[in-house]
């Protein structure tokens, strides 16, 4: 068990709609880190937060925005859905520190129909 | 910008004998390389890393090695097991950003 603990596990909603998936990191880390992996592809880094301020961008969508909350629990807005979408979303946390590991959560399995 | 090249994306070895996954990174100036080990339905987790003034690193039946004269670095699992059957990724950062840049995934079958 990695600490991190994503909601929902899994969500389907068709297109054009709006959703909002959560992170909760591990205890005592202070950056969370957005990643999105669909069908056999590999790690795509989104954006990441350290105490409540963005750190690093990656390639997210304008349609896509995140937060991190005054009590580190981190949550990712993805808008007008397309098919594309349909992926992978996984959160990750670490202390923010020099090259100190990721711990990933299971990730939330978005469907797009 | 840097990038991570991984190969082969699939490996199919038999159980017992050994993987081996390699990495090339561009930026000159990156000196953390981390392996994660992503099983099914599961979030990747770190399995071994190696920073640049080290040139290998061992933990049980896995092992780094890094050229940084060549810039590649490269994964070892001996013995191989069912469990070790999954996809493992590598990557590379600097100290400029601490970002760390995924190679694309190797997908590992263990076969019985």
């Known amino acids: 068990d990695s600490g991190v603990t994503q909601t929902p596990k899994h969500l389907i909603t068709a297109t054009g709609q709006r959703v909002t998936l959560r992170c909760s990191p591990r205890?005592?880390?202070?950056?969370v880190y957005w990643y999105q992996q669909s069908l056999d592809q590999g790690l795509q880094f989104l954006i990441q937060?350290?105490?409540?301020?963005?750190?690093a961008k990656g390639n997210i969508l304008e349609r896509f925005s995140a937060q991190q909350f005054p009590d580190l629990h981190s949550e990712l807005n993805l808008s007008s859905l397309e098919l594309g979408d349909s992926a992978l979303y996984f959160c990750?946390?670490?202390?923010?520190?020099?090259?100190?590991?990721?711990?990933f959560g299971n990730g939330t399995r978005l469907t797009v129909t | 910008g840097e990038n991570v090249e991984q190969h082969p994306s699939t490996l199919s070895v038999q159980e017992g004998d050994s993987a081996v996954i390699k990495c090339t990174y561009s930026?000159?100036?990156?000196?953390?390389f981390p392996w994660y080990k992503q099983e099914l339905g599961k979030g990747p987790q770190l399995i071994i890393d190696i920073r640049s003034n080290v040139g290998e690193k061992k933990d049980q039946r896995i092992a780094v090695t890094l050229n940084k004269t060549a810039k590649h670095f490269s994964l070892h699992i001996t013995e191989t097991q069912p469990e070790d059957s999954a996809v493992y990724f590598c990557?590379?950062?600097?100290?400029?950003?601490?970002?760390?840049?995924w190679g694309a995934g190797t997908k590992l079958i263990i076969k019985p």
């Open positions: 990750a946390s670490s202390t923010g520190q020099a090259h100190s590991p990721l711990h």
């Open positions: 990557a590379a950062s600097k100290n400029s950003n601490y970002q760390l840049i």
């Open positions: 937060y350290y105490n409540g301020e963005e750190r």
């Open positions: 205890s005592g880390d202070l950056s």
């Open positions: 930026d000159s100036a990156s000196n953390y």
